[in-house]
Antibody
Framework: EVLLVESGGGLIQPGGSLRLSCAAS????????MRWVRQAPGKGLEWVSI???????YYADSVRGRFTISRDNAKNTLYLQMDSLKSEDTAVYYC??????????????WGRGTTVTVSS | DIQMTQSPSSLSASVGDRVTITCRAS??????VNWYQHKPGKAPKLLIY???NLHSGVPSRFSGSGSGTDFTLTINSLQPEDFATYYC?????????FGQGTRLEIK
């Protein structure tokens, strides 16, 4: 069974840092395109970041310069380092595999999410 | 960035009804549209990819169509488990965006 399990969420003060993890089983993070997507309370889904199999990374404008996506191939785990957190970063954060079915891409495996609350 | 405008934002329907959700892209994006179902506390679920392809394991009452800028998701014969929020998403480039979502509620 292919599974993604997020962890690391919690309550953090504005300006603080948090690192989210996404442990994968049944798929290889290092050879996959992996994304972080978030959902703020009462809002829709918002893409946050992607890491390609070759290691290149991209970020949404709202988090660029503050968030860093990375992976540990030995642990088969995806990470999202979140620095300089703002109240508007409060959301459920999901990791997902972005599957290539050339020329199309779609997120076919998702975790259940981890909740980040930024508040004083 | 490509904007995805989804409508309606909410919809009330009964079990057995047929419903249609639409999504309009701010530029032509061929068939680079995916549709997801999301229930509270659960992982989003892929329904349709490349505008009209049913993902493995998804019931055939779900279908998608469209190309260019206008896309639709249709659910035939609504079942109780279909009441959820639905999102379109473009995959035309790396900087993907989602529609605002359509909340499907029981009438």
């Amino acid at each position: 069974e292919v599974l993604l399990v997020e962890s690391g969420g919690g309550l953090i003060q504005p300006g603080g840092s948090l690192r989210l993890s996404c442990a994968a089983s049944g798929l290889t993070v290092s050879s996959s395109y992996m994304r972080w997507v978030r959902q703020a309370p009462g809002k829709g889904l918002e893409w946050v970041s992607i890491i390609f199999a070759r290691g290149s990374t991209y970020y949404a404008d709202s988090v660029r310069g503050r968030f860093t996506i990375s992976r540990d191939n030995a642990k088969n785990t995806l990470y999202l380092q979140m620095d300089s957190l703002k109240s508007e970063d409060t959301a459920v954060y999901y990791c997902a595999r972005d599957w290539e079915d050339s020329p199309y891409y779609y997120m076919d495996v998702w975790g259940r999410g981890t909740t980040v609350t930024v508040s004083s | 960035d490509i904007q995805m405008t989804q409508s309606p934002s909410s919809l009330s329907a009964s079990v057995g009804d047929r419903v249609t959700i639409t999504c309009r892209a701010s530029q032509r994006i061929s068939s680079y549209v995916n549709w997801y179902q999301h229930k509270p506390g659960k992982a989003p679920k892929l329904l349709i990819y490349a505008a009209s392809n049913l993902h493995s394991g998804v019931p055939s009452r779900f279908s998608g169509s469209g190309s260019g800028t206008d896309f639709t998701l249709t659910i035939n014969s609504l079942q109780p488990e279909d009441f959820a929020t639905y999102y379109c998403q473009h995959s035309y480039n790396t900087l993907i965006t989602f529609g605002q979502g359509t909340r499907l509620e029981i009438k």
